[in-house]
């Protein structure tokens, strides 16, 4: 069973501040890792992924993958209110039939003005 | 229509009714997929269609039935439903039907699924 484990928070921080994710995996031989962001009742849409060890960024938003900890984490800088949502972690496995992921149950985050 | 659209996006169903969900998928993919999300559980598998072919089934109750008529439309036929099947069901597809690295995933809107 291939486990995906993130702080379901909520996290909470106030507008400006950075705020940091964080999502563990079993895999070792995961490949590929996804966030999406989910509004309350809405659908996943995707942030970024990542592959290589190091950090990628994208506008206020930095992936960090860490493979030898079987770490990822996302960091969001000058948070706003509208980054409320939900954050959820995906990994790809190796071998994975047809890009198979493996979600977490997500991050609750609340930025409050 | 963009994206990935699904129908209908609300749907209240009794145990002994049957109906279907629709998605359709305006981005050329190769590989479509059927998930489902409940309250305070990760997003659940449930089948993955590539180039019409079904390819894995992650051991849904059969009372759940895909239909995949071409690579743009995917059907989730459904009879004889329980309770605890309410749940969002969300479909999604993506370009590259052998997975590779950079291959995503996009959602559609979901439909929320009540089952009285």
């Known amino acids: 069973q291939k486990e995906v484990e993130q702080n379901s928070g909520p996290l909470s921080v106030p507008e400006g501040a950075i705020a940091s994710l964080n999502c563990t995996y079993s895999d070792r031989g995961s490949q590929s890792f996804f966030w999406y962001r989910q509004y309350s009742g809405k659908s996943p849409e995707l942030i970024m992924f990542i592959y290589s060890n190091g950090d990628k960024e994208d506008g206020r938003f930095t992936a960090q993958l860490n493979k030898a900890s079987q770490y990822v984490s996302l960091l969001i800088r000058d948070s706003q209110p509208s980054d409320s949502a939900t954050y959820l972690c995906?990994?790809?496995?190796?071998?994975?039939?047809?890009?198979?992921?493996?979600f977490g149950r997500g991050t609750q985050l609340t930025v409050w003005p | 229509e963009t994206g990935v659209t699904q129908t209908p996006r609300h749907l209240v169903m009794g145990m002994t009714n049957k109906k279907s969900l629709k998605c359709e998928q305006h981005l050329g993919h190769n590989a479509m997929y059927w998930y489902k999300q409940s309250a305070k559980k990760p997003l659940e598998l449930m089948f993955v269609?590539?180039?019409?072919?079904?390819?894995e089934n992650n051991s849904v109750p059969s009372r759940f039935s895909p239909e995949c008529p071409n690579s743009s439309h995917l059907f989730l036929h459904l009879h004889t439903l329980q309770p605890e099947d309410s749940a969002l069901y969300l479909c999604?597809?993506?370009?590259?039907?052998?997975?590779?690295?950079?291959?995503?995933?996009?959602f559609g809107p979901g439909t929320r699924l009540t089952v009285l």
């Open positions: 995906a990994v790809k496995g190796r071998g994975s039939t047809l890009g198979r992921l493996y």
């Open positions: 269609y590539s180039l019409e072919e079904r390819v």
């Open positions: 999604a597809s993506s370009q590259d039907q052998r997975g590779g690295l950079t291959d995503t995933q996009y």
